[in-house]
């Protein structure tokens, strides 16, 4: 088609064609054809066939023929065209186009259009566009075009108009801009500038914004300018806040903060506002506070409170308060406290003053705790404190903890609280509970328990039970009783006993427990039991106690080792050395499979190394 053919045609004819043909299409065509086209389109064209099909004209034309269109139709195609466009066509072309068009041009255009643009172009382009223009297209933009613009291309638009012109846009532009921004443009920025923007915008329009937007500005700037933004503002500033935002901050500039609007008015704020605050502050803040405000800040502090804020602080606010001063707030309050303390920060305040906190609470009230922080307090204290707290308040505490808990607490102190109780109530409590409090506990514990007990533990737990205690207390219950009491035991419970046994574990038990364990197991219970276990426990007997176990429960033993009999100590099947230990050697003098599997454990010499 000749020069201007489509012009001729008008842009219905363009559109129509335009709207048919793909990438490959438009690419073939000459570029000053492809600009002829366009030309005859306008804004409903480009809006009609897309962006992908507009950026495809627009990248079969070089910057000239794109340049000779003329104002209006670059504006229209861009119009038509996002971001990615503009990224794929790369910073140098697409400040080429808005300079084709005219930065006035481009400022007319809608924010979405101006962000798409400007977030492709480099810092460098921004200088060139002029102040004026980029005040405009500033002023066209709300806060989600410069966000999707980025935070370095907002900055840098910010950099090319030049501080003191910002400052003196509307206080909606303003934090339309610093919205997008983040804390490390506002370090960049200066303490000053930063501070000079707030006050620009506003600081009521500042504590409007959104806490990690507000926490941005702060962090980046001095004590000293807080005390000129009003106790109302910062107020209200650190309503819109989380912990996480303070946290940000830093721990010096929250406390800059919480001092400038006054810790008497931070006092009168949310229990969960103060714990988020303190949360971020370091211990040595807190004794800057003084003991009347942190009372204040505490009184108006929940449980949840005092847990959100963490242990470490918890415990820093008690210190900077005194113990004797939270004790006088009433238990209720105590409780609160010991919720937000974990068993670090009760070991760190001690065994003596964290029994101390118990009694200010009244022992009646730890149950209503939950088991998680009643183990957490348990943990810290000694035995002999244990004990003092009395049998019918532990058993209540003991109701409300898991094996979770009990294993946090620790073996000693779980100990103490079976010896306090009586094993008999917690024998009462149920199966699972004995499983609880057994899974907790070590060797030593079981001896000093006694044997006749342990049995007696054993004997209420089902296989379930038994098989969750874990290696220690599995291993402990059983070289704690005799051969003769584990052979009370139903032959499914010794199978979970056993399978709770780590194989390491098992050849380190004693001789008399594992033949008695063993043969008490009916022949299907072995195989349950898992090779690698069987092998460990088979390494713990003589030839002797191999002997003296019936031929079907030798068998079941071979069986249940699989692939680690023979010797193999584990190793695989691969590693038995068929010569001298496999069954067919023994088949020419093996008259019975039971004679058989006697012989193989006799001269094999299996187990016994």
Do not use: W
């Amino acid at each position: 088609m000749h020069d201007g053919g489509f012009q001729e045609r008008g842009g219905d004819f363009s559109y129509d064609l335009a709207s048919e043909m793909d990438h490959q299409g438009f690419k073939e065509m000459d570029g000053h054809q492809v600009a002829d086209m366009a030309s005859a389109m306008n804004s409903e064209h480009f809006d009609a066939i897309g962006g992908d099909q507009t950026y495809s004209m627009v990248e079969s034309m070089d910057m000239d023929q794109i340049s000779g269109m003329g104002s209006e139709n670059i504006a229209d195609m861009v119009g038509a065209m996002d971001h990615g466009h503009f990224e794929t066509m790369g910073a140098d072309q697409t400040f080429g186009m808005a300079e084709a068009m005219g930065f006035d041009k481009m400022a007319g255009m809608s924010g979405e259009n101006i962000a798409d643009m400007m977030g492709a172009m480099d810092h460098g382009h921004y200088d060139t566009m002029g102040v004026d223009n980029l005040s405009e297209m500033a002023g066209a933009m709300e806060m989600e075009h410069f966000v999707s613009m980025g935070a370095d291309q907002t900055f840098g638009m910010v950099e090319a108009m030049g501080f003191d012109h910002v400052a003196g846009m509307s206080g909606e532009n303003i934090a339309d801009m610093m919205g997008a921004m983040d804390h490390g443009h506002f370090e960049t920025m200066g303490a000053d500038q930063t501070f000079g923007m707030a006050e620009a915008m506003g600081f009521d329009k500042m504590a409007g914004m959104s806490g990690e937007n507000i926490a941005d500005m702060m962090g980046a700037m001095d004590h000293g300018h807080y005390g000129n933004m009003g106790v109302e503002n910062l107020s209200e500033m650190a309503g819109a806040m989380e912990m996480e935002h303070f946290a940000s901050m830093g721990a010096d500039q929250t406390f800059g903060m919480a001092e400038a609007m006054g810790f008497d008015k931070m006092a009168g704020m949310s229990g969960e506002n103060i714990a988020d605050m303190m949360g971020a502050m370091d211990h040595g803040h807190f004794d800057t506070m003084g003991v009347d405000n942190l009372s204040e800040m505490a009184g108006a502090m929940d449980a949840s409170n005092f847990a959100a804020m963490g242990g470490e602080q918890t415990l820093a606010m008690v210190e900077s308060m005194g113990f004797d001063q939270i004790a006088s707030m009433g238990a209720a309050k105590v409780s609160d406290v010991a919720v937000g303390m974990d068993l670090e920060s009760f070991k760190a305040m001690g065994a003596d003053q964290t029994f101390g906190m118990a009694e200010a609470m009244g022992f009646d009230k730890m149950a209503g705790m939950g088991g998680e922080h009643v183990a957490d307090m348990l943990g810290a204290l000694d035995t002999t404190h244990i004990g003092s707290i009395g049998a019918e308040n532990l058993s209540e505490i003991a109701a409300t903890m898991d094996a979770g808990n009990f294993k946090a607490m620790g073996a000693d102190q779980t100990f103490a609280v079976v010896e306090t109780v009586g094993l008999d109530t917690v024998i009462e409590m149920g199966p699972e509970k004995v499983a609880d409090v057994a899974g907790a506990m070590e060797l030593e514990n079981f001896q000093e328990l006694g044997a006749e007990q342990v049995t007696e533990m054993a004997s209420v737990m089902d296989k379930d039970n038994l098989a969750s205690l874990g290696d220690a207390a599995a291993a402990g219950m059983v070289d704690t009783m005799t051969g003769d009491q584990i052979g009370t035991l139903e032959s499914d419970q010794l199978a979970g006993l056993a399978s709770s046994i780590d194989p390491n574990t098992a050849p380190t038990l004693g001789a008399e427990q594992v033949t008695s364990m063993v043969s008490h197991m009916e022949t299907s219970a072995i195989a349950e039991v898992g090779g690698a276990v069987v092998s460990g426990m088979m390494a713990a007997l003589s030839g002797d106690n191999i002997d003296s176990l019936e031929a079907d429960h030798q068998s079941a033993v071979l069986d249940s080792m699989g692939a680690d009999l023979m010797g193999s100590k584990g190793a695989g099947f691969e590693a038995i050395e068929a010569a001298e230990t496999s069954f067919d050697q023994l088949a020419a003098s093996v008259t019975t499979p039971t004679e058989g599997v006697a012989e193989a454990f006799s001269t094999a010499g299996l187990f016994t190394g």
